[in-house]
């Protein structure tokens, strides 16, 4: 974010050329992650269309996307995991 939004807040997201307006669901913080879909845990968690790790729990669309419910990987092994591996 790149501005503090509180919950209930519109935001408006850039994505590319495209712009995403949305109402924040948690109070999010300037610098940290929104979801900008629901991220089902075991699911690949993407930043900047690059894979860079896989879910520990669930999230909701529009609420804040901790880097805590990430299982983070090193960029070498982000594009090699597979489903028995998370």
């Known amino acids: ?5 509180r919950g ?10 495209k712009f995403i307006r949305m109402k924040a669901m948690d109070t999010v913080l300037l610098g940290h992650r929104i979801a ?9 968690v993407y930043k900047y269309g690059e894979r860079i790790g896989i879910a520990t729990k669930n999230r909701k669309r ?9 299982y983070m990987m090193s960029k070498a ?3 090699e995991a597979t489903s028995h591996e998370r």
């Not at 529009?62 to 990430?70: F, G, K, N, P, V």
Request: positive net charge; glycine residues 8%.
């Open 1 to 5: 974010m790149l501005a503090t939004t």
């Open 8 to 17: 209930g807040q519109i935001c408006t997201i850039q994505v590319g050329k």
């Open 36 to 44: 900008l879909a629901k991220i089902e845990k075991n699911s690949d």
């Open 62 to 70: 529009s609420t804040r996307a901790y880097t805590t419910c990430i």
């Open 77 to 79: 092994r982000a594009g």
